[in-house]
């Protein structure tokens, strides 16, 4: 079984300063890694996923994550925050065998201050 | 292309009464699964379907229910509603299980 460690319930940054929403995992057996965002009212989107390769992967709107394997932590950062990324980020794994579901961490409610 | 599509948006029901939500996939995607989402519990698997056969199945009690149709469509079922049933349900389509859509959730309540 997996399970997702989000180590902050809420994180509060001010407008162009650098974030960085921490994600742990557990997991017997190889997992792929996504973080998903959710704006309110809203469904889940997906901001970047880890599936094999280059343990660094980036999204289209600045955010990046990096899988450490020795860590199982795959941790999402973002150098300068806009207004418009205030929202709930959800870290997540999918095992690579057996069930084909992903296991969510508890969200981090990122809020950006003026 | 279009996205996933859940109807309705919003339900209110009442405790005893049975409800069912619907899921269109992105075309082409064969596998859906369902979510719960709630403020205690975060979010939860409900079950997994692909090419109209349930693979998996979360830790959840017989009165939720789904299947899948023919063209991919699904829909999922609550019976006996309980007031801990009030939650935003989410479901996400698959064409190869690395990536999954969401589409906006049917939030429930029930009173």
């Known amino acids: 079984a997996q399970s997702v460690t989000q180590l902050d319930s809420q994180v509060p940054v001010f407008e162009e300063a650098p974030v960085e929403l921490r994600c742990n995992y557990s997991?017997?057996?190889?997992?792929?890694l996504f973080w998903y965002v959710q704006y309110p009212n809203q469904g889940l989107q997906l901001l970047l996923k880890?599936?094999?390769?280059?343990?660094l992967v980036e999204s289209i709107n600045g955010f990046e994550a990096e899988f450490n394997k020795s860590q199982t932590s795959f941790h999402l950062r973002k150098p300068s925050v806009h207004i418009s990324d205030t929202a709930e980020y959800f870290c997540?794994?999918?095992?690579?065998?057996?069930?084909?579901?992903?296991?969510f961490g508890q969200g981090t409610r990122l809020t950006i201050n003026p | 292309k279009a996205g996933v599509t859940q109807t309705p948006r919003y339900l209110i029901k009442t405790r005893g009464q049975q409800v069912t939500l619907s899921c269109s996939p992105i075309?082409?995607?064969?596998?859906v699964s369902w979510y719960q989402q709630t403020p205690g519990q975060g979010l939860q698997f409900l079950f997994e379907?692909?090419?109209?056969?349930?693979?998996n199945k979360g830790n959840f009690p017989g009165r939720f229910s789904g299947r899948q149709f023919s063209n991919s469509r699904s829909e999922m079922n609550v019976s006996t509603l309980e007031l801990g049933d009030s939650a935003l349900y989410l479901c996400?389509?698959?064409?190869?299980?690395?990536?999954?859509?969401f589409g906006s959730g049917t939030r429930l309540t029930v009173v």
């Open positions: 379907y692909f090419s109209e056969t349930q693979r």
């Open positions: 996400a389509s698959s064409m190869t299980g690395y990536g999954y859509t």
């Open positions: 880890y599936l094999s390769g280059s343990t």
């Open positions: 997991s017997s057996v190889s997992v792929y």
């Open positions: 075309s082409g995607h064969r596998s």
């Open positions: 997540a794994v999918r095992s690579f065998q057996g069930a084909q579901k992903l296991v």
